[in-house]
């Protein structure tokens, strides 16, 4: 148990033995260098260092035990990716120094990513909320250049000071006239780091390969803004109509309550997907196939990409095996399936071969369509683990079909007919072999249609 008194937190003894991870990850965008004068991160150094300070104050971290972690502490020579992938693994805080450049950097949002992995998997078993985010205003930023993940922190400015909402760090460091406007931003920044270290423990989790890694801020170049819509579309049955002897602890009284990977997650697994669709600067739609299904897109111009998140044991019913089958020989490239297929469920492995011949059989275009990962993610998702590992790769290809795809259809232009050609050309064969391209700069398409 913790307590507080006097302004400093104290763990038990098991505590301070076991977890001596750096308080907080110091994340900032790097200055370039100006007319060869002094190194213009060096403002951002002496808050580093007066944040350490107050944090070892305020806490019983044993001499020699990091307070906090930022890059500059990286050797000559380290490897930085793997150290910055352990750290973000590791740390109990995360702390952005915001900035217009920030915001333009796919390096910060990269860190970001990484480190909201660790809060969406935390939450994804616990169904806890976990924000483990701490932001610093560095320089005042619009509210409208705010990209969606950093719009979405609950975290009131204000309590830090006027003259820091009105100026940020990097104008109270500079300006003697504010020191005391910066010390009292500094400690209470310090106090919520320490406070939300002890409250939220979100425990560590495995490194993200930061060289991969998606910006959480949008693709390069895209620019800080709002977030890009995304549906996701949910093909499963309820608790009301399962198929008989199908255990109803994976289910709930929508489709949208589906849980595939119970009892290793409490929280139902659309959410999920919405967490991580959000953490890539995506605003997400939750739906049920079996409401969308009586809507059909496909003569109609794409209104957004779509992940389909499909359980097998949903073909059991034919009506819904019929509409699936349907949406299938749509060909629509912007919707991209995911199969979620938990190793773990007993019942699932025993009619693995008969549920998965229906897919196969109902859904074939799907089966085949789009890069070698896309085709994994149809051919069963084993872990929790594993979809929030795959699950941005495929996001990424729905968005991408989608710009490409809605392209083809022109706006209308005033007249009484609004409908489009719909995209019936035949899908491409050449696929890519697991291992043979590096998914993230590998731009071409497999399964084009022809207009």
């Known amino acids: 148990m913790l307590t507080q008194d006097g302004g400093r937190v104290h763990a038990t003894t098991q505590q301070r033995a076991a977890d001596h991870r750096p308080y907080f990850f110091l994340s900032y965008a790097h200055t370039p260098g100006y007319g060869g004068g002094t190194d213009p991160d060096m403002w951002v150094e002496r808050l580093f260092q007066d944040l350490c300070g107050h944090v070892m104050a305020m806490t019983d971290l044993p001499a020699g035990a990091p307070a906090g972690f930022i890059d500059r502490e990286i050797r000559s020579g380290e490897g930085w990716s793997e150290r910055l992938g352990e750290v973000l693994a590791t740390c109990r805080v995360f702390v952005p120094l915001f900035s217009p450049r920030y915001f333009a950097s796919e390096m ?132 009301h109509d399962l198929p ?4 109803a602890d994976y289910y709930g009284d929508n489709p949208q309550d589906w849980n595939p990977y119970h009892p290793a997650a409490a929280r139902p697994l659309a959410y999920v997907a919405e967490d991580l669709v959000r953490s890539l600067n995506y605003q997400a739609t939750i739906s049920s196939f079996d409401e969308e299904s009586g809507h059909p897109e496909g003569k109609q111009p794409p209104s957004r990409p779509e992940i389909l998140l499909v359980d097998r044991w949903a073909l059991q019913d034919e009506d819904r095996r019929r509409r699936l089958a349907a949406f299938d020989a749509e060909n629509r490239p912007w919707v991209t399936m995911v199969v979620p297929w ?37 051919k069963g998702v084993p872990s929790m683990e ?47 072999t697991p291992g043979t391209h590096d998914p993230a700069t590998d731009a071409e398409d497999t399964d084009d249609g022809q207009s």
């Open 244 to 247: 008989e002897g199908r255990n």
């Open 108 to 239: 910060c949002g990269k860190e970001w990513y990484a480190f909201a992995q660790r809060a969406i998997h935390y939450r994804a078993r616990s169904n806890q909320p976990a924000e483990a985010i701490v932001p610093a205003l560095w320089v005042p930023v619009p509210p409208s250049q705010l990209p969606g993940p950093a719009e979405r922190l609950q975290f009131n400015h204000r309590d830090f000071g006027d003259r820091y909402v009105s100026d940020g760090l990097y104008g109270l460091i500079k300006l003697k006239l504010f020191t005391e406007e910066y010390e009292r931003a500094v400690y209470e920044l310090a106090k919520r780091i320490v406070n939300v270290a002890d409250t939220i423990r979100i425990g560590t989790g495995r490194p993200v390969d930061y060289r991969l890694a998606p910006s959480a801020f949008g693709p390069p170049n895209s620019g800080a803004g709002g977030p890009r819509p995304m549906q996701v579309t949910i093909a499963a049955p309820t608790r």
């Open 342 to 378: 938990n190793r773990e469920d007993h019942e699932s492995r025993a009619a693995e071969a008969e549920l998965t011949e229906k897919l196969e059989q109902t859904m074939p275009t799907k089966m085949r369509q789009g890069r070698a990962y896309c085709r994994a993610a149809a």
């Open 386 to 432: 594993a979809f929030g590992q795959i699950l941005p790769q495929v996001v990424e290809v729905a968005a991408q079909q989608y710009l490409r795809h809605a392209a083809v259809y022109p706006p209308a232009t005033g007249g009484g007919h609004t409908e489009r050609t719909r995209l019936m050309g035949p899908m491409a064969q050449t696929y890519y």
